[in-house]
């Protein structure tokens, strides 16, 4: 490879590496194209009254996830979720999804029984048909790659950019919990590895280990959402941490916003494990990722109406561009958020 | 892991693998699926005058190139390819493509570049719109996973399964060519692994090492025939040897097939290429792979208009399944084809 000069992915770090890829890209073929990179799945206008919408995800084995405690059900089931929550996060209902796999000759034919079993419990539990994929060999580890294709109302797409000064910022669920659980399936790691006799210390973890191993995409809150006739401003789902989440939003919206400390939803075992593992709990829930959660914007006129949905939480609203986005602690003080995302080169 | 049971995945193959994954998946959840595994694209019906085709190719470091010789641009380039051959194969014309892609830090931003370009200038090339995708980190190789959307008029589109008997057998382009082509490419680079500074022996062999390195998609055809006003009783692409794609669409579509040895379209370079490497020159046209090109099946009354078409060869013709898929050499001896498919497990 005889180029002249060489950068290093960790001075871009994915977001810069993203909008470096896109540039020559922007530019569309065919006008059914509608929304190329940039949001949480792409839309294709068909000409009829709904959008398609398509995204994908790459899971490495060894970066994405760790055999050694995440059970191969599960994997495929995760694989799954994660898809499903990109069509969530456009205000869509996946349908269909395409599979691609990679294994090497240490995987049994029931290994990867397991993680079909998986993939077939998440395509039950979210209605999706597989439809097709590729199967191939891998000379290190295991790779699975999900494309999935979902539909949406066109007068109900929900695209990053569509949050307004004043409208109420709102999480689903809670927040640092599958952070806080990958941190006890890790520390559960090591001791096994000192000591292979010794007894996992997951009593009580449950919640936080289910959260990491086997996440829930919120097709659940799309459903609900719709039933009360409410259509988010704008919407993303939490892959890669509250923070980075909420910058992506205001950046694409050209706003800024405000979210208050003590409105952020975590659950009492998040409090304990992070106490635990002296851990600062804020750190965990905004910028833990993995929590596969909605954050979403809405006008201030839907603010009863979402207030009868019992897994949101307002959290903050938004606020004018030169704002900026910040936390404000019980105390008053305002930090800027800051994107963690991942840095993994 | 603790299963009872432990099969190997060299018992079952590819194919066998195949069957076995898309069982628990046949019973399908929307109407709009019209067709999932089974063929080289899905098929999704959004009722309108055309289906939507969804296929998607995973490409490993190591399994399916090798960076030694393949150029960045070059594997960007066929990783569209071999994509948009997918569609081809179902008469269809592509449309879209999300691209996921894990790397790790030996790879500099330069080095994405490239493999950008070449994607880029596929989508030039096959007029496609890329939509979106994925990246990520690698613990080891380079992971390319494409995904592709196309489309097809509803009356047009061709699946593996319409063979009939006495249609007659045709393939575009010639054969063998790409896998005599990496042949080359693997003995210079033993060559140059043994002594780094001697030359590299390529002269003359730019048509095969091009066919290996930077295939086209057989697009052409599918406008060609559509010019043309032939829609073919069944298609397929050739991606793990003609004689496997024969079985592939003999079995799909219930027939039997004999083809012919002399008329097996071979180039020149690919005969005197094989005679210099001591490798049978049939065994390469029949199980060599990765030629991408389409093997497809028309009715006699099409014949006169096919031969118009300069790129195409008719290769023999369809019988019932009773005389299963054989080869006729010139001599008149009649041999079984058999696939190779690959077996890398």
């Not at 950046?251 to 992070?274: C, H, M, R, Y």
Request: hydrophobic residues 40%; charged residues 25%.
């Amino acid at each position: 490879m005889p180029t002249t000069q060489r950068t290093e992915l960790n001075q871009l770090g994915e977001f810069g590496l993203i909008d470096r890829i896109k540039q020559p890209f922007e530019q569309k073929q065919h006008t059914e194209t509608r929304k190329g990179i940039g949001d949480d799945a792409a839309v294709i206008d068909y000409g009829q009254d709904f959008y398609t919408l398509h995204s994908t995800d790459l899971l490495i084995e060894g970066v994405h996830f760790d055999l050694s405690y995440m059970p191969l059900k599960y994997l495929g089931y995760k694989a799954v979720a994660v898809n499903v929550s990109d069509i969530a996060a456009m205000n869509g209902i996946p349908q269909q999804i395409l599979v691609s796999i990679a294994v090497s000759n240490r995987f049994s034919v029931e290994a990867i029984d397991e993680i079909y079993e998986g993939i077939a419990e998440a395509c039950q539990n979210y209605r999706l048909d597989l439809i097709g994929g590729d199967t191939t060999t891998s000379r290190a580890g295991l790779v699975l790659n999900i494309s999935i294709i979902g539909k949406v109302k066109k007068n109900k797409i929900t695209y990053r950019s569509g949050a307004r000064e004043n409208d109420i910022l709102c999480v689903t669920g809670d927040l640092g919990a599958a952070y806080l659980g990958l941190q006890i399936l890790e520390r559960e790691k090591q001791v096994f590895l000192a000591n292979p006799h010794a007894e996992p210390q997951l009593e009580g973890k449950d919640y936080i280990v289910q959260k990491q191993l086997k996440p829930e995409a919120r097709t659940d809150i799309v459903y609900e959402l719709d039933e009360l006739g409410i259509i988010p401003t704008a919407m993303i789902d939490i892959s890669d941490g509250l923070a980075s989440e909420i910058l992506h939003l205001c950046k694409q919206s050209n706003v800024g916003a405000v979210i208050f400390e003590d409105k952020l939803p975590i659950e009492d075992i998040s409090w304990l494990t992070a106490q635990e593992l002296n851990l600062p709990i804020m750190t965990c829930a905004l910028n833990g990722g993995e929590d596969y959660e909605l954050l979403f914007s809405i006008a201030q006129k839907d603010f009863e109406k979402v207030n009868k949905i019992a897994d949101v939480s307002p959290i903050g609203y938004i606020t004018s561009a030169d704002k900026k986005a910040t936390l404000r602690t019980k105390s008053g003080t305002v930090y800027p958020l800051e994107a963690q995302g991942w840095k993994h080169f």
